[in-house]
């Protein structure tokens, strides 16, 4: 008895614990989110629009823009016509602004929680303090471990990554939703019209969010082939239509058109695939030796270990989709370094090759604890428990990457400074100013980089009026032109 009381009180202290975790991360980010200001191509997504009334005129220019890209510049269908549409520069200035950053900070952070509440409910049978606990490291190092501005504080960021990665984490977990529901004569078919939905959405967007969706997709489909022993009807409508987004997406003339411009050799296929492999590479160092992911890997295998034999799972199907998604990040980051030709990727890609890495590593750390658990029977149970406890203690102790480098300890002290709400202040006084000046050549003085606050994305303008972000503010706002004083 005495014994289970005990129990009883860990169990709830990880709950508690893990549940103001994720408040914490996911509340910061949200909050830090209201205090976005427009941002370079905010203005060039919203040229068309400027001027334009009414809802009906406003999607039918949302539209014309999407063709533009699509015939002109690239696949994106999906996000063009979103970034145009809800454009905060064209309606609803600052207030709309905040209220769709909240939402973007929101469904990203909301969907990771809903997918990873979703793998564990199909998983296996525990209590919620283990689903409390695995959640708050799914989302820990998507708000610790980088601020990831271009994502959580960029209109333009969001709508092209944010939201689609959003809507594609969303369209996996309906999708397993509702092959779950068919296994308990659940059916329902509002998942499945849901998981196309989003997924149609999601490969609307950027060729890295496009293809990781599709192989994501893919695998799901797969692990329930080799679990039924057959293939599903429904599972592969849905795919093929999300599929035929995907291909229509990656065969848009602007994707042709925009390389003839970027550049002027072929497409180095081998060249791709090194930077590829060298910044898988990067990803893991990062993760594992810049931060301290590994601590969060050993305490997931600790709880695939502890739940061992909870654990429901289609044990071959299950071995299939760890070595499928430890692909996924491969998947991600090719079509952008092969795009660009360059062995980097920006901070808005790097966010999906980061959210592809954790979840194929956070279903390893699952998979190596269950395997011990099976492979020990439940012998030298506190042994184990011991040796791992060890490890994670060493491992946080000796990481270089303290609590004080966290993002979300900046952040918050970047909150308590008022550094984030006085660039907001001072920047809605200084956009509200350009009413009083239409027709006018104006002068400002405003910061010449994006990133001129720490783990933000600030109003910028280049010291040329000629320059075709000043060329798009002055637009937006009726200016004559536009040019920054500041000298940096």
């Not at 999407?66 to 970034?83: A, D, K, M, V």
């Not at 990803?283 to 931060?291: A, E, H, R, S």
């Amino acid at each position: 008895m005495k014994h289970e009381r005990l129990q009883k009180v860990i169990e709830w202290g990880i709950g508690i614990i893990s549940f103001l975790v994720i408040v914490l991360m996911v509340g910061t980010i949200v909050r830090v989110s209201m205090y976005a200001v427009p941002v370079s191509d905010d203005y060039w997504y919203a040229r068309t629009g400027i001027g334009v009334k009414g809802l009906w005129n406003r999607f039918v220019v949302a539209c014309d823009f999407s063709r533009e890209i699509y015939e002109h510049h690239q696949g994106t269908y999906f996000t063009s016509f979103f970034g145009s549409f809800f454009n905060p520069v064209i309606s609803g200035g600052f207030t709309a602004l905040r209220i769709t950053m909240m939402v973007n900070a929101i469904l990203i952070l909301g969907s990771v929680l809903f997918l990873t509440g979703v793998f564990v409910r199909g998983a296996a049978k525990v209590g919620a303090h283990v689903y409390l606990f695995i959640m708050a490291i799914a989302v820990f190092p998507l708000t610790v471990y980088d601020a990831f501005q271009e994502i959580y504080y960029w209109y333009v960021g969001a709508s092209v990554y944010g939201f689609p990665v959003a809507f594609g984490i969303i369209s996996l977990g309906l999708f397993i939703v509702y092959n779950c529901n068919k296994e308990v004569a659940l059916t329902g078919r509002e998942p499945a019209v849901g998981a196309a939905i989003f997924g149609v959405f999601a490969v609307g967007a950027s060729l890295a969010i496009t293809g990781t969706y599709m192989y994501l997709l893919l695998g799901i489909v797969i692990y329930f082939v080799i679990k039924r022993k057959k293939i599903e009807k429904d599972n592969v409508i849905i795919f093929l239509i999300c599929l035929a987004g995907a291909l229509a997406n990656a065969l848009a003339p602007g994707n042709f058109s925009r390389q003839d411009l970027e550049s002027s050799s072929t497409l180095d296929i081998k060249a791709g695939v090194a930077h590829t492999l060298g910044y898988y590479q990067y990803g893991l160092k990062w993760l594992f030796l810049d931060k301290n992911f590994f601590v969060l890997f050993v305490c997931l295998i600790a709880v695939g270990y502890l739940i061992y034999d909870k654990i429901k799972l289609h044990k071959k199907a299950w071995g299939v989709s760890v070595i499928m998604l430890l692909v996924t990040p491969l998947v991600t980051v090719f079509p952008v370094v092969l795009g660009y030709g360059v062995g980097w990727i920006p901070n808005r890609c790097f966010f999906v090759m980061t959210v592809a890495l954790t979840l194929a590593l956070d279903n390893l750390a699952l998979f190596v604890g269950w395997l011990i658990g099976r492979m020990l029977k439940g012998h030298k149970r506190m042994s184990v428990l011991t040796v791992l406890s060890a490890i994670i203690f060493v491992s946080f102790i000796a990481t270089t990457y303290s609590p004080r480098e966290y993002c979300i300890a900046k952040l918050n002290k970047q909150l308590y400074d008022g550094e984030f709400q006085k660039n907001y202040a001072d920047t809605k006084e200084l956009i509200e100013s350009f009413a009083d000046k239409k027709g006018q050549d104006v002068e400002v003085d405003v910061p010449t980089e994006p990133e001129s606050i720490r783990n933000f994305y600030t109003f910028f303008l280049p010291d040329d009026p000629d320059n075709v972000i000043n060329k798009d503010v002055a637009r937006a706002y009726g200016l004559n032109s536009i040019v920054n004083i500041r000298e940096e």
